[in-house]
Every structure is written in structure tokens, then in C-alpha cells.
């Protein structure tokens, strides 16, 4: 009764409401994502999309990876070093092998990328010595929460929009993403030298130098190891050096389109693990360089064109 009371006394309040009042209570218009806010050129380093940022307080461009699959910004250390920027706090972060590490953790009062200023930006201090002499940082998430960013390989560029709506004019294909802790995870399935056909859910990572990178349990419970090995690679990790085994596989089936003779990697220590779901692997930038990618993280959405 008092339900239906209170829903007849709202009614009839607003009908003696002044026009000005319920303009005023309507629900705001949705961003106009018909441009972009911001267009930022990007170069290619072994495989990485490097950016260029300026850090409050200094003057130097600095070069940093986009990296979808980063869950936090990473600073060099010798940045931060050089710009005298003292730690806040300390915190634990996790390399792609899971190990967890004890690292500094510093607020920036702001990072300029083409113009645009992102305040208070949280990143990690870490040596980044295995990534070339020229990268001085990582972003990925932190990006991706406050634009809808189109990585555009061709054009080499990145086009940012505010979050919202997907521009009208992207032309790809939808695909729907969930995610594991704050990585975007996709599903798509791989085709086995035997014919075996393996479905199964993967992070987007664009700053992975690889096709795909398997979790070793996904390799140990499917026979991945069965495949031919054509080479090895050891690489430096944050904790320890790491062994990755390189082959091929047939073909993967991603948003309807089919690849052939992808490269893949996997080593036994690499275990990115899942929340709810089993993760099979990562798919890096040998399998997205053939599309211009759209993600809407705020949307859970990703165009493929």
C-alpha cells in the first residue's frame, strides 16, 4: 500500500514541477565519441608498442610499453632515480611466472602523453633492464580505465576516447572479454598437429613478444609438449632466468577468423593463474598485429578489424 502511495505522490509532485527542474534531473547526455581526445604516435621495439610520456617535474621523453596485460605501471629505476622520486610505500608485485616480488611503489602527480594529464599515477619501481636500454616504464590498465584505446599497428598510433559508447565508426568485429584480476581475458581455440581441437580462455597481451605463450598447466593436461621444439630462448626475469620452448601450431580460431602456423611458446614455470576460470595462455603481439584492436574496458568489449 505505501509503495503504491509514495509512487502516486511523485507522480502527481511532478506534474506542478517547473520545466527548468526536470531538464535539470534528466540523465546526462552520452559522451560524444565521434573524435578522439587524443592521437599518439607509437614506434615498435622488439615487438613492443612504445609511447611517449613525460613525467610531472621533468623534461626528458621518456619511452613507455603499452601493455594490456600490465595490472600496474612500471617505472625504472633509473628513472626515478635520476628525477630524484622518492618512494611512498612498498608492495608486492608478480612477474609472469607468478613469483612475487617486494618492490618501492611511487605516486606521480602526473603523466602527459600527447597532451593529455593523467594525474596521481601509482607505478612500481623496477629494473627494466631486461626490456633494452631505451624503455623506461610500462602502462597498460591504468590506461585502459580511463579511455577506450584503438591500437592502430598500421598507422602505427594509438587513438584514445572517453569512456563510453564505442566510437559509431569502428567497423570490427564485437567480442565480448572477461576479466582476471584486471587483465582482459578472451576466448579462442588452437588446432593441435593431431587434429585435436582445444578451447580455451586467454589474456589480450599486447606487449607480449610471442603468438601465444602457454600456462604450463594448460601445456601439461593438453600434451602442447608434444609439439616439435624449433628453438629455446632464456630470458632474465624479475626473480630468476627463465627456459621458454618456441614450436608452432596449425592454426587458432580468434573472432572468426583463422591464423595458420602460429607461433607458440611455454615454459614450466610459467603459471598466470586464474580466478574463476583456467587460463590458458596469453596471446601477444605476433597474433594482434595482424588487426587494428578497439578495447572498452569500461564496456567489456573488443573490436577487431
Request: aromatic share 10%; charged share 15%; glycine share 8%.
Amino acid at each position: 500500500m505505501w509503495r503504491t502511495l509514495v509512487i502516486v505522490i511523485c507522480w502527481c509532485c511532478n506534474l506542478f514541477l517547473p520545466a527548468f527542474a526536470q531538464r535539470k534531473n534528466a540523465a546526462p547526455a552520452a559522451a560524444d565519441n565521434s573524435k578522439p581526445v587524443a592521437v599518439i604516435p607509437f614506434r615498435m621495439i622488439d615487438k613492443h608498442v612504445v609511447i611517449p610520456v613525460v613525467l610531472s617535474g621533468g623534461t626528458d621523453t621518456l619511452q613507455f610499453v603499452f601493455d594490456s596485460g600490465a595490472e600496474v605501471t612500471v617505472l625504472h629505476k633509473r628513472v626515478s632515480e635520476k628525477m630524484r622520486i622518492n618512494s611512498g610505500h612498498q608492495a608486492f608485485m608478480s612477474g609472469i611466472n607468478n613469483a612475487m616480488v617486494r618492490t618501492n611503489v611511487v605516486t606521480l602527480n602526473a603523466l602527459y602523453l600527447k597532451g593529455l594529464r593523467i594525474p596521481y599515477v601509482e607505478a612500481y619501481l623496477e629494473n627494466l633492464d631486461n626490456l633494452g636500454d631505451s624503455i623506461d616504464g610500462v602502462i597498460g590498465v591504468a590506461l585502459l580505465k580511463l579511455y577506450i584505446v584503438k591500437i592502430d599497428y598500421r598507422q602505427q598510433q594509438l587513438v584514445l576516447y572517453r569512456n563510453g559508447k564505442t566510437p559509431i565508426g569502428n567497423t570490427g568485429r564485437l567480442l565480448h572479454f572477461q576479466l582476471n584480476y584486471s587483465t582482459p581475458v578472451i576466448d579462442a581455440a588452437i588446432t593441435m598437429p593431431d587434429g585435436r581441437y582445444l578451447p580455451g580462455h586467454y589474456h589480450i597481451t599486447t606487449g607480449g613478444d610471442y603468438g601465444i605463450l602457454f600456462n604450463w598447466p594448460y601445456v601439461d593436461a593438453n600434451r602442447i609438449n608434444s609439439l616439435p621444439t624449433l628453438n629455446t630462448d632464456r630470458v632474465q626475469d624479475m626473480v630468476r632466468v627463465l627456459y621458454y620452448i618456441n614450436s608452432n601450431i596449425p592454426s587458432l580460431q580468434l573472432g572468426g577468423k583463422t591464423m595458420a602456423n602460429v607461433p607458440v611458446s611455454y615454459c614450466k614455470d610459467i603459471n598466470d593463474v586464474g580466478v574463476f576460470t583456467e587460463i590458458a595462455g596469453s596471446i601477444g603481439y605476433d597474433i594482434w598485429k595482424q588487426f587494428t584492436i578497439t578495447i572498452n574496458y569500461e564496456k567489456k568489449e573488443v573490436y577487431l578489424e
